[in-house]
């Protein structure tokens, strides 16, 4: 409770009631998903109609996603009750990215968030393709081979920060789509060594991961494996491949840029969090920023 303004769960029979602010990105549908699928973090004050939307981000329990928030006298309240609903449901770390609002630094700074990572968007026109890798063979990797999921959440946890880690539910939401494919590239013996992420769109291509395993890092496999991503994409009728990845990961910005993408500065955005828990936890698990992926 806010003085006299009471803030509280939003609950499926409220939403005939909620009047979704201008320019929003969800419609009653979806926030009707967001309150089943994590009860308890969308707000809202019933005598104001001021609320704000959270859920998880990435399918990722641990992490709370703040997607949108109505401006008004409540703005910071009902952030800061999402944080404190957060933190006693045990989640880890609440982010705010500019894809989804842009706000001033000042105004996540007063609530507590921290700049975490500034992402970079990258484009290419696709000329041509260099020669198929040498050293690798890829294969499609589907939900229904339990082994060689296996495999990719595993490289996938190994290669990249604990931030940017793919749950088992994220992998299932994200290869469900009928756009996209994920490889995994193995050195002749079977080890796999690298995975790449691609989703097919119409007349272009977007790279949505690109990882190699630690132990072969530094040893071209990342360079083989952009190649298998642009062939594919290119033979599948892209003319152009986006990407984006982390400013602070030199690696990846390396390995793209000799391959011919360029920087788009208009698209970039950055990423916000609040530690609700001690972060140490997290960075134990994991060095905060990966290198081994993008």
Request: glycine letters at 8%.
């Amino acid at each position: 409770m806010v003085g006299s303004t009471l803030i509280v769960p939003l609950e499926p029979e409220d939403l005939p009631r909620l009047r979704l602010k201008w320019g929003t990105r969800y419609g009653l549908r979806d926030v009707a998903h967001l309150v089943r699928e994590a009860p308890g973090l969308c707000l809202w004050a019933p005598t104001t109609g001021e609320y704000v939307l959270a859920g998880p981000w990435r399918h990722r329990e641990e992490i709370v996603a703040l997607l949108e928030v109505t401006t008004g006298n409540l703005t910071d309240q009902l952030i800061e009750s999402v944080a404190r609903a957060a933190t006693e449901q045990g989640k880890q770390l609440l982010v705010a990215t500019e894809q989804e609002e842009r706000r001033s630094g000042s105004f996540y700074q007063r609530l507590g968030f921290e700049l975490i990572e500034e992402i970079l968007v990258y484009e290419m026109v696709l000329y041509s393709t260099p020669p198929s890798p040498a050293r690798l063979r890829f294969e499609r990797v589907v939900l229904e081979d339990s082994f060689a999921m296996g495999e990719l959440l595993d490289l996938d946890h190994d290669a990249f920060a604990w931030l940017w880690w793919n749950s088992v539910q994220e992998f299932d939401a994200y290869m469900s789509d009928p756009r996209v494919d994920v490889y995994l590239g193995r050195e002749r013996d079977g080890t796999p060594v690298s995975y790449v992420g691609i989703t097919r769109l119409r007349g272009w291509g977007h790279l949505d991961r690109l990882a190699v395993a630690p132990a072969f890092q530094g040893r071209g496999y990342g360079y083989e494996s952009l190649i298998w991503a642009a062939q594919v994409l290119a033979a599948r009728g892209a003319h152009r491949i986006a990407l984006s990845t982390q400013a602070s990961n030199q690696w990846s910005r390396r390995l793209y840029e000799r391959f011919g993408f360029r920087r788009v500065p208009e698209l970039d955005y950055r990423l916000y969090g609040r530690w609700l828990a001690d972060p140490i936890e997290a960075w134990d698990r994991r060095s905060w920023r990966g290198n081994g992926g993008a």
